[in-house]
């Protein structure tokens, strides 16, 4: 029998290895395309993902095709459901867990490629809030869905943020940037930032070990002790290092059930759908796309890959300052 000891190394070895893999990604500088993990369990639909210009720049950008080749837009052609009962969800990983880089679906680019976010001209990376490290979820988005900014929330009293919905997804794995990943919805968290509803929908990968016990908000508690506690922590504090004041929350900072979630879904998805039926964009909102009918946006898929033909080049990722890594503590 293992002593405990040792029991513990394994243990730390493992956390190790999970933590060093999406900077070993990063340094590859992704030059060939990327096949997607995707579990059989539900639609067999796969996508891939093209990388163009160098990661760790301001010309880094992430597209996607699925599985015929053509050309697709994260946001708008990817379904919102992975499975015919409308029971489970695509979503598109834009953020690994522990990492730093802020990336996402670029909601105002043609196609719609994953990009770094920008703030005063530089790459923006999240601070590392003691303890915690980079982000700790898997971070993304529900494709189809938008959060309208024209649209008072009844119990947020607050309008919309303009993006997909945001979904943290708490599994043990640690997924890839681009990876479209099929979750079962527990709850969500409804975040105030800087005036606008934010939601932060919590879910879980359909092949997780924890899946199966794992149905609905209170579910996370009794499995994951803390894990919610910490969820709020992070979403409270993660902009203070930048000079922004503390983030705060609509229900009392208590998280929503399931129930109350898959309205939320359904109510963003109705937006997403409204957005697509303008004959004008929304705020440069882009809604080029290859397979939704009746909207402005469609077009053919020589039209799509020519986006991705005409963007940069790709390349070697360029280095990350060791900056990134810096702690920060909040009181």
């Known amino acids: 029998m293992l002593s405990q000891a040792v029991l513990r190394s394994v243990s730390f070895a493992k956390f190790t290895l999970s933590l060093q893999q999406p900077f070993r990604q990063l340094s590859t500088g992704f030059l060939r395309p990327q096949r997607i993990y995707q579990p059989n369990l539900y639609s067999t639909m796969a996508y891939s993902t093209v990388v163009r210009g160098a990661p760790n720049t301001l010309g880094y950008r992430l597209f996607f095709k699925d599985d015929s080749g053509k050309v697709v837009s994260p946001f708008h052609d990817i379904p919102l459901h992975a499975n015919t009962e409308k029971t489970v969800f695509n979503m598109v990983v834009e953020v690994p867990r522990w990492t730093n880089a802020k990336m996402e679906i670029n909601v105002k680019d043609s196609m719609n490629p994953i990009k770094q976010d920008v703030k005063k ?37 607050c309008k919309g943020d303009g993006d997909p919905l945001d979904v943290c997804e708490i599994g043990y794995r640690v997924a890839k940037s681009g990876e479209v990943v099929k979750v079962k919805v527990l709850g969500t968290i409804a975040m105030i930032d800087e005036g606008e509803t934010d939601w932060k929908v919590l879910a879980i990968n359909v092949d997780d070990p924890l899946a199966e016990k794992m149905n609905d908000i209170a579910d996370i508690e009794r499995e994951m002790p803390g894990f919610l506690e ?46 697509m039926k303008r004959t004008s964009p929304a705020d440069s909102i882009s809604v080029t796309n290859v397979s939704v009918e009746g909207s402005s946006g469609k077009i053919t898929a020589e039209a799509a890959q020519a986006v991705v033909d005409g963007s940069a080049a790709p390349a070697p990722a360029e280095k990350i300052s060791p900056e990134v890594d810096k702690w920060h503590f909040v009181n």
């Open 230 to 275: 910490k969820t709020f922590e992070w979403f409270r504090i993660y902009k203070v290092p930048d000079g922004k004041p503390l983030n705060s929350f609509a229900f009392d900072s208590k998280p929503k059930d399931k129930a109350f979630t898959l309205n939320v879904i359904e109510q963003t998805h109705a937006q997403w759908n409204a957005l």
């Open 121 to 157: 001209g530089k790459l923006r990376y999240v601070k590392n809030c003691f303890p915690h490290h980079g982000y700790i979820w898997n971070y993304g988005a529900f494709p189809q869905t938008w959060e309208d900014p024209d649209h008072i929330d009844e119990n947020t009293k």
